[in-house]
């Protein structure tokens, strides 16, 4: 079958991904590194499916009642995901995945900073906008690797390339607009634990300084943000005016 057709019915949802990805891999040589990164967009790709499936799942089950404990259901496999992130940074620089290195390592270091700080915070993870920014980060990265999959395929795909580089971006401003929400929320919090830190010690404790630390990290996040939507951009012009030259 002719391969835009595979890509077709990929986005159409009859063909199965595994299967043709096995169809195009196997017409390839061997290579450690191909098979590498397409076993983490694998990965990543059910990881975050899982994720998304289980929080929507429980909402529709549970309705409001869910939020209190959706990040007690999600949070191992969404900090496992989120751990393994981190390797993108070396594909970037290795060269096995064509990305610029700068925004990846803002989005991926935000993601995980503001992770770390939801699971130091207990009182945090049952507010809804913890939910909230789930649901974001799932979709946005649900958005991006069946793209770096149907690429690692050599089975572009112009609505993927659409969804990759234009729908992602407004999405990526309304997830940034929500972990400043979040942070937000987090700094009563983060300040009873620094007054708590202060109390029990007659020296100015190190948690003292987190609740300066964490107000001045949201214009840090907003500049990163400014940064990367600027990049994206940048991208997004080069791959669709790339992809007009290869359909002419």
Known sequence: MPTGTNAALVMAGF?????????????????FRLAYIFSYNLFQFCGHTWILANTVARFLMFGQDALADTFYSVGFVMSL??????????????????????????????????????????ELQSKPVVCVQLFFWNVLDLLRYPHELLCIMEEPSIAML???????????????????????????YVEQ???QSCALNSTTAPNSHLPVVLALYLPVLT????????????????????WNRKRK
């Open 223 to 242: 500049l990163g943000a400014s940064l990367t939507v600027g990049q994206l951009l940048q991208e997004r012009h080069h791959h669709l005016e790339k």
């Open 162 to 188: 659409w969804t990759r580089y234009t729908l992602w971006i407004p999405l990526y401003i309304l997830t940034v607009i929500v972990e400043a929400a979040t942070i937000y929320q987090a700094l009563p």
């Open 193 to 195: 634990t620094a007054s």
């Open 15 to 31: 063909m199965p991904l595994c299967t043709v990805s096995a169809q195009r891999l196997a017409t390839k040589p061997f290579s």
């Open 81 to 122: 995901c989120q751990l393994l992130s981190v390797l993108e940074l070396f594909h970037i620089a290795d060269g096995i995945e064509k990305a610029r290195l700068l925004p990846r390592f803002i989005q991926v270091m935000e993601k995980n900073l503001l992770l770390i700080m939801i699971i130091m915070l207990e």
